[in-house]
């Protein structure tokens, strides 16, 4: 026969817990492999393994010729597999459940629709294709759970406790599907803890702690010699009350186990004892005692095993002879049931009367107490939120943002270029509200300084300043203010009016005393000061906050819709068990990422529209730009935002850290932006920070596109800066983001 799967010395750790132990076995083509044993043994983990989504630390294996770490893709071409827990979508209905696993296999539409009608023939979900998946019973749940594991005709199928919490009829219904399977020629590899079902198995293998004890065909493992070693027999005894006269079997002479199975118990005892000699064990009011010869079931196969496996795991012999009455005889202590069991029969506790009352008012605080340090302790995310945003927004608020506005950029314009003039423009520096960052010769440069944002202030000194200085005439220099950020403006403003008449009144105390006579007149002839400052506010002269604070609100909004809803929609399905059901299917990385942002993307879009509607007819606030560029630098930012709450998926591993996460990302985003506060006023650690955090290049693409009318090429540094942070963060993500489980 062909071998499908081959397993050779198989290991997989979780730190310092072996899970996997040098596991190895083999299946063949066509046959139902039971692996059996109690839970946390390794069955699900050997499963995870065999299907591709969980590396092993040691071994190897190969399935239908595939290796399980280089050929892992192949695999899931090949395979279906059913988890141990419902983990289809519950609010997609059957139809649409199962339609998608044929979609996510490549299934051409026709191909699709015939296996569609086969799968639910098979089934029988016919009169369920519109319900939701999640108002289905539990073994409906499990048959769609098989028609959508079956959807593309797979050779191996994998099913992690199928049966796992459903009720008997439906176990035995699904069970007649899995022998309809296998008489298909389709390999079923099945876990479970039922011993009836490996019953029903062609091959079976034991796992216990970890290790494969034991691996064959059910009739093989029964004749085992450990078994039932050579001078013994195994009898069922049939009374009633069997949990009672357990111990009474086990403390027989010549009894080496016992154990309940259902209403009878199975015995381990030498050849030397007869059916009378167990007859006489029970008292008569118990009534008849029915007492036979029986083969050994595999319940009893993996009983003996396992107690031999744990006595030798202590470096203990497995007992043959010497039974507990014997030990007993010997001056040995009792075992472990002995005494438990026999304070509970020779003592009778009463309660005084005291113990009686009402618990107190703060019973089990301790305990709650300790319980709740407990989940704090094993929740890192908790303990970093809880520490690290106050510190945070410490120093946040105490060392990078600052409300005295300082060093506004400006550009000089001088038409003049003589000492007067000169003398001018170092009154602006001086001041250390404005900082000149460029001087422009000529209007093309002033104006496009203002519109690419380099500069919040320009000052235009006339050509005849220092002439008309001298002749006695007052001059005027103009001063434009970008309006659009009210606070800076509002600060420009006052300080330009402060530094005319400031310099004026230099000049006039100068001029007065040497001469009798005013300074300066104006055009009418009228007394006036020397230097007229004449500021205009540019973009928002009203000096509206709604102009500088809702444009902001745009991207702020975007990335808050963004980065929420991608991040808690992975995150959710990796709670629900969904995306480990995707893993093992042959869907790309890529492919399911991008399916997967898609929709939000789109939703963001929509809310970009919404939102720049509210601006305009809501709050007035005109775009002076091009709004296709607008819309396509804002579908970029989209882009960005989508990939931080797939960054944040790959870090959060439920729900709640998610919003940790996604909170600590926001903090900075709101306060160092530039939304709220003036980038130009933090400390420069804190204004290189602000570089990295992609909202604050398209705050500025926002307000220089809305406020100021900026194109493309003013607007170039802040595109540019937006694309290298989207690829840096949707590079980063997708390396993070492994189609695996860890």
Not at 434 to 463: C, L
Not at 539 to 558: A, E, Q, T, W
Not at 712 to 734: E, H, K, M, N, R
Request: negative net charge; glycine residues 8%.
């Amino acid at each position: 026969m062909t071998t499908v799967i081959k397993v050779d010395q198989l290991s997989r750790e979780f730190g310092s817990l072996k899970a996997v132990d040098q596991v190895s076995f083999t299946v063949q083509r066509g046959a139902i492999f039971g692996l059996l044993g109690p839970n946390g043994s390794g069955k699900s983990t050997i499963i995870r393994m065999l299907c591709g989504v969980l590396e092993p630390t040691g071994g190897s294996a190969q399935v239908l010729g595939y290796d399980i770490v280089d050929d892992a893709e192949m695999i899931k071409r090949h395979i279906g597999y059913m988890s141990q827990s419902f983990s289809l979508y519950a609010d997609l209905s059957v139809r649409e459940n199962i339609e998608f696993y044929g979609r996510i296999y490549g299934l051409s539409p026709e191909k699709l629709e015939q296996r569609f009608q086969e799968i639910i023939e098979l089934t029988s979900l016919q009169d369920r294709l519109d319900q939701l998946a999640g108002n289905l019973s539990g073994g409906w749940k499990q048959r769609l759970a098989l028609g959508c594991a079956l959807i593309h005709e797979p050779q191996v199928v994998f099913l992690d406790e199928p049966t796992a919490g459903i009720d008997p009829v439906a176990r035995r219904d699904l069970w007649d599907l899995l022998f309809q399977l296998a008489g298909q020629g389709v390999t079923l590899f099945v876990t479970t803890h039922y011993m009836d079902e490996a019953e029903r198995c062609s091959d079976v293998g034991y796992i216990y702690n970890s290790h494969l004890i034991v691996c064959g065909k059910p009739n093989e493992l029964k004749q085992l010699p450990t078994v039932t070693p050579e001078g013994t027999a195994r009898w069922e005894i049939e009374t009633a009350n069997p949990a009672t006269l357990l111990t009474t079997f086990r403390e027989m002479p010549g009894v080496r186990d016992a154990t309940l199975f259902g209403q009878t118990i199975h015995v381990l005892a030498d050849q030397s004892l007869s059916e009378n000699d167990f007859t006489r064990q029970v008292p008569h009011e118990f009534g008849t005692v029915q007492v036979r010869h029986i083969t050994p079931s595999l319940e009893d196969v993996f009983v003996t095993l396992s107690r031999a496996e744990e006595l030798n795991h202590q470096g203990a012999a497995v007992p043959t002879t010497v039974t507990a009455s014997q030990q007993r005889s010997e001056g040995e202590p009792l075992d472990h049931r002995e005494q438990v069991a026999l304070p509970a029969q020779t003592q009778s506790v009463k309660r005084p009367a005291a113990e009686q009352v009402t618990p107190g008012i703060l019973a089990g605080f301790w305990a709650i107490l300790v319980k709740e340090f407990s989940h704090v302790r094993r929740e890192p995310s908790t303990l970093l939120f809880v520490f690290a945003v106050p510190v945070l927004q410490t120093l946040i608020f105490g060392f990078a943002i600052d409300t005295e506005i300082e060093n506004i950029p400006t550009v000089i314009f001088n038409l003049d270029g003589r000492a007067s003039s000169r003398e001018l423009q170092d009154g602006f520096a001086n001041t250390r509200t404005f900082r000149i960052v460029e001087h422009v010769y000529n209007h093309e440069d002033f104006r496009n300084a203002f519109e690419s944002g380099r500069a919040k202030v320009g000052v235009t000194i006339p050509p005849d300043y220092s002439d008309r200085l001298l002749k006695g005439e007052q001059v005027s220099v103009q001063v434009l203010i970008d309006g659009s950020d009210s606070q800076v403006a509002t600060t420009a403003l006052n300080a330009s009016n402060l530094l005319g008449f400031n310099l004026s009144t230099s000049m006039t105390r100068s001029f007065a005393e040497n001469l009798n006579v005013v300074p300066a007149r104006d055009a009418d002839g009228q007394p006036a000061l020397p230097v007229e400052i004449r500021p205009r506010l540019l973009y928002n002269p009203d000096l509206d906050s709604s102009y500088f604070f809702v444009p902001g609100l745009v991207g702020i909004i975007l990335q808050l819709v963004t980065l929420f809803l991608t991040s808690f929609a992975i995150v959710r399905e990796r709670e629900l068990g969904t995306l480990e059901q995707l893993f093992v299917t042959p869907v790309s990385k890529s492919g399911l990422l991008l399916g997967k942002l898609a929709p939000y993307a789109l939703i963001g879009f929509v809310e970009t529209l919404i939102v720049l509607t509210l601006m305009v007819y809501f709050f007035g606030v005109p775009i002076h730009g091009n709004l296709w560029e607008l819309l396509l630098l804002s579908l970029l930012f989209l882009v960005c935002g989508l990939g931080l709450g797939m960054l944040v998926s790959t870090i959060a591993r439920t729900q709640l850290q998610a919003i940790q996460f996604a909170f600590l990302i926001m903090l900075p985003s709101v306060l160092l932006s530039g939304f709220m506060f003036p980038r130009s006023q933090m400390p420069l650690p804190i204004y290189l920070v602000t570089f990295i955090i992609p909202v604050t290049y398209f705050l500025e693409i926002l307000r220089g596109i809305v406020l100021r009318g900026a194109n493309l090429t003013d607007l170039l540094p802040y595109v540019l800066g937006l694309s290298l942070c989207c690829i840096a963060i949707i590079g980063f993500s997708l390396k993070r983001f492994q189609k695996q489980l860890s």
